[in-house]
């Protein structure tokens, strides 16, 4: 089904590497669901010096997690775990997932669901969007610091203004780019998949 995708849904560059990310297309009906919350409990505080004790926090963060079963068109059964809070979906419903491919496995990164016709971000996609741009963007900051120490060096004002403007140009040739790459790809997620009920029945036809 990699082939029914268009070409900038197919694939994204690796942050740092010349190997692709590859996407699959997977389609299929809700089987089952499942939910279930998780606690995290952290505190703060309660040390202190010269006598004085330091107030305590404490603080209680729940996630909740779902299990979607899903059988796939083809009568292929499998699950997937989501936080709820990025998810919509129940018993019957017909989703469409762009998945990363990772050759065993598939993780969903946007959810069509045909009956709400919303298209939904999942955790991954969150943090494969957000991650691959920020490690351009720390790269650059180790290039900040490195000519930081050259302006120390040659410290003189018009040295400062020109590696000034270096620097900026570094970080915006590292981020900008990945950015609107990214961005991009989001855009063509989203209007891609609820296309695909149509396409479906126009090739049923």
């Not at 740092?16 to 997977?26: C, P």
């Amino acid at each position: 089904m990699n082939d029914t995708l268009p070409p900038e849904l197919r694939s994204l560059p690796q942050l740092f590497s010349s190997q692709q990310i590859e996407f699959k297309l997977l389609s299929g009906e809700v089987t089952d669901d499942k939910h279930w919350s998780e606690s995290h409990v952290s505190g703060t505080g309660g040390g202190g010096t010269n006598g004085n004790t330091a107030p305590t926090s404490i603080s209680t963060t729940v996630t909740t997690w779902r299990e979607i079963w899903l059988k796939a068109t083809n009568g292929y059964e499998t699950s997937f775990v989501f936080n709820a809070a990025h998810i919509k979906a129940r018993k019957g419903n017909q989703l469409d997932l762009l998945c990363i491919d990772e050759g065993h496995s598939l993780t969903p990164v946007f959810i069509y669901n045909q009956a709400m016709g919303v298209t939904m971000a999942t955790e991954t996609a969150n943090r494969l969007l957000t991650q691959r741009g920020w490690g351009r963007l720390i790269t650059g900051v180790h290039v900040f610091f490195f000519i930081c120490y050259l302006i120390a060096m040659f410290n003189s004002p018009a040295g400062n203004t020109v590696l000034t403007f270096i620097v900026l140009v570094l970080l915006g040739g590292l981020y900008v780019p990945a950015y609107k790459r990214e961005k991009a790809f989001k855009q063509a997620a989203y209007s891609y998949l609820p296309t695909l009920p149509k396409r479906v029945s126009a090739e049923a036809a």
